[in-house]
């Protein structure tokens, strides 16, 4: 069973303060495109982890593990203790906001992340 997906070429750019548009009869939010660009974007591409460009505001759970230089089951070990905070990405791949992995990053500066 195919399901029909919007094609996110279709959305090019949303009006200023607009967090939403109605496409083919659906609601689409700007924050749920900007997920899934990135996502595509990363999973099509070889970024090196330390050299991602600035528009990238989302990264999947290997890429988010590899930025803060920790396994995959220790960054969901955080999420499940609450340190982390992942977002679903249509009941699928965890992605990591990269402003929650920044600071993450900067509390915990010096110390052994396991």
């Known amino acids: ?54 528009h990238v505001n989302y990264l999947p759970r290997k890429q988010a593990a590899q930025y803060l230089g920790i396994s995959e089951s220790t960054l969901t070990r955080y999420h499940l203790n609450g340190r982390l905070k992942w977002i679903t990405r249509r009941n699928r791949t965890p992605i990591y906001q990269r402003e929650t992995l920044d600071k993450f990053k900067e509390e915990n500066k010096g110390k052994l992340l396991s």
Request: no cysteine.
């Open 1 to 54: 069973m195919k399901k029909n997906y919007l094609d996110l070429d279709q959305i090019n750019n949303f009006p200023k303060g607009v967090r939403s548009v109605y496409i083919n009869g659906k609601r689409v939010k700007k924050e749920d495109i900007e997920i899934e660009r990135s996502f595509l974007e990363f999973s099509s591409s070889n970024y090196d982890v330390s050299n991602i460009p600035e």
